[in-house]
């Protein structure tokens, strides 16, 4: 139980794993008045510990269903590459070749 209360479930859990449904939607799969959800989802009344652990639990049933019959999220496929497919930029600046200061004096005045 990841709430420090285990008598209570957390509000914010419920609230994230209902979203996108309605009271009523809710009610009928926890099997509770849609009274008692929205009161649960407003904070007028606390919640069972066990209400968010169903709804995580169902959500995690669901994408796993979604999942063995191919209907879920594809990953994307990851292609073999060979090393000289791969082109890497060069980050290091380009060495100068010393620059020739010739003066016409010879070599003792290059410095």
């Known amino acids: 139980m990841r709430y420090p209360n285990s008598r209570y479930g957390n509000p914010v ?9 309605t009271a009523e939607e809710i009610g009928r799969r926890l099997k509770r008045n849609k009274h008692t959800v929205h009161r649960w ?8 510990w066990w209400i968010p652990e ?13 999942h063995q019959v191919g209907l879920g999220h594809r990953r994307t ?4 590459t060979r090393a000289d497919v791969i082109a ?24």
Not at 54 to 66: A, G, K, N, V
Not at 89 to 111: C, L
Request: overall charge neutral; aromatic content about 12%.
């Open 13 to 21: 859990e419920f609230q994230y794993y209902a979203q996108g449904q």
């Open 41 to 48: 989802l407003t904070g007028k009344q606390k919640m069972p």
């Open 54 to 66: 169903i709804l995580r639990l169902q959500r995690l049933e669901y994408d796993l269903w979604m």
């Open 77 to 80: 496929k990851l292609g073999v």
């Open 88 to 111: 890497f930029p060069d980050f290091r600046p380009p060495v100068d070749q010393p620059t020739n200061t010739d003066t016409g004096h010879g070599n003792s005045q290059a410095a």
